[in-house]
């Protein structure tokens, strides 16, 4: 187990070589006030540069990650993260910009902002983009933002944002925020928006539509043609999520699906990290009816070069500091470039042959309700296995004992006991493979011997724990 670094410590161990006195006491005492010098040693662990790399490079493999093992967490696209987009975000030019820097000493940088937006407009069918969003949800509340002002250019307030109930929960939220109040539509039996229920709810009130599509049971919606034509015959926009468009790269896309708005995760479909809630990607790309309410700045190519320009009066504004993060829209650059159109084209080809691949396997044992050929996900139940008393919960813990990741679990909430597996399109057949015999060995103990169930994780760094006390009391000290 590993422990904290402070336990390592030896008196006179150092990993660092400073000047023995780098500043002299008199300059010290001249420059800061009494009141701030330290009094007391400062607790530092005395350890060596061996024993340092050690703990971290021990520590960086007890949580579960990408590069670690499969990571099949249905609607995070949890897929590979190619390093080579990592060595090129990190390349001097572009990782030490700085934002005020003079607009001339910058131009490769907005260049690559100013294509990376052609691209997309290209992948998703759509007029222009903006790259400020940070993540897909600030997308969304971006992408109802534009919807709003619409309307009120149009000196018209419409209240209503219509969800499906099998809507990604940031849509509502994101409509929520933006001082809407939502409808919510039901669900056919096939999963799919029951268009008649969207005919009673849609009217002049509703200012817009958001559907995730594929939606969050990994289904086409099918009639969405129709949907988008119900929506539009009142004026309403209609927005894809598009959090998942890694399935639908170079077959479809929003634009040709009549969609208005759409948002795209780097973080998810093009293959940047999911940095721990650090820095992500949620552009959105619009049709040109909407063009003029994106945020700013935009670049725009002159004859004099690439220019950041403000000058969009019906813009909404600003949405993050500066022009979104830089680093993140490097690594989507990359990745699009070395895949190309055909290669993006077979990513969403693969991602949605792997998940039909393993609805398949896992049909045998686990109930799947809408058991139909799926997009890049798909959904399980545990339904079956709660008979035998064994949660999906259950289920998600013992599969960290594989040393895989668990499924989302819990979500959508319309489907009993769900387990949503993506399992990317970066995934050999060998992985998805002992992902199938690890849940077939779960199904056998859950009818022999489910108390290896109910205990589980029995190999991970921490037992099971109170999920809800260890979110909200952050305790890593085990060590001590
Ligand atoms: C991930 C996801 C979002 C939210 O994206 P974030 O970047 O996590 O804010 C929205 N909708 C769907 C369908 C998603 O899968």
């Not at 998940?355 to 997009?375: E, T």
């Amino acid at each position: 187990m590993e422990q904290l670094i402070f336990n390592y410590s030896s008196k006179g161990n150092i990993g660092v070589s400073l000047p023995a006195k780098p500043v002299d006491d008199d300059v010290v005492k001249k420059y800061v006030p009494e009141s701030l010098l330290r009094k007391t040693e400062l607790n530092l662990p005395e350890v060596s540069e061996p024993e340092v790399v050690r703990h971290y490079t021990n520590l960086s493999t007890m949580n579960h990650h990408v590069d670690k093992g499969f990571y099949p967490l249905g609607s995070c696209t949890m897929k590979y993260n190619p390093k080579i987009n990592d060595k090129i975000a990190g390349m001097n030019g572009f990782a030490d910009l700085h934002p005020l820097q003079p607009e001339n000493s910058v131009q490769g940088a907005l260049e690559l902002m100013y294509d990376l937006e052609k691209m997309l407009c290209a992948l998703t069918g759509m007029r222009a983009a903006t790259l400020q969003p940070a993540a897909g949800s600030h997308g969304e509340l971006t992408g109802v933002m534009i919807v709003k002002k619409y309307h009120e250019s149009k000196g018209e307030k419409r209240k209503y944002i219509l969800v499906p109930d099998s809507a990604h929960g940031t849509n509502p939220s994101s409509a929520y925020s933006a001082n809407f109040k939502t409808i919510a539509l039901r669900s056919n039996e096939k999963g799919c928006i029951d268009i008649d229920d969207l005919k009673e709810k849609m009217s002049n009130e509703v200012a817009g539509l958001m559907i995730t599509n594929p939606n969050t049971l990994g289904l086409f919606e099918e009639e969405v043609e129709r949907i988008v034509e119900i929506v539009h015959q009142y004026d309403g926009i209609v927005y894809m999520d598009g959090a998942n468009l890694n399935a639908l790269l170079g077959i479809t896309s929003p634009g040709d699906l009549g969609f208005d708005i759409t948002h795209i995760n780097f973080h998810k479909t093009f293959s940047a990290p999911h940095g721990g809630g650090g820095p992500g990607g949620g552009s959105i790309a619009v049709v040109e009816k909407l063009v003029k309410y994106l945020p700013v700045p935009r670049v725009i190519k002159t004859e004099k070069g690439f220019h950041l320009s403000s000058d969009f009066p019906d813009t909404i504004g600003k949405v993050l500091g500066y022009y979104g993060n830089f680093g993140v829209m490097v690594r989507a650059y990359v990745y699009i470039v070395m895949l190309g159109v055909r290669g993006v084209t077979e990513v969403s080809k693969n991602a949605i042959l792997n998940a039909n691949y393993l609805r398949v396997k896992l049909a045998d044992k686990f109930a799947i309700p809408y058991n139909r050929k799926c997009m890049h996900e798909f959904v399980a139940s545990g339904e079956n296995h709660r008979e035998l008393g064994i949660k999906t919960l259950d289920i998600a813990k013992r599969l960290l004992d594989f040393g895989l990741h668990a499924p989302t679990v819990y979500f959508p909430l319309i489907v009993k006991e769900a387990i949503m597996i993506e399992p990317t399109e970066t995934e050999s057949k060998q992985t998805l493979d002992k992902f199938v015999a690890a849940m077939e060995q779960i199904d056998r103990e859950a009818h022999e011997n489910p108390e290896v169930l109910h205990s589980a994780p029995h190999k991970t760094p921490v037992r099971r724990l109170d999920e809800l006390k260890a979110n909200k009391e952050l305790n890593v000290c085990w060590g001590k």
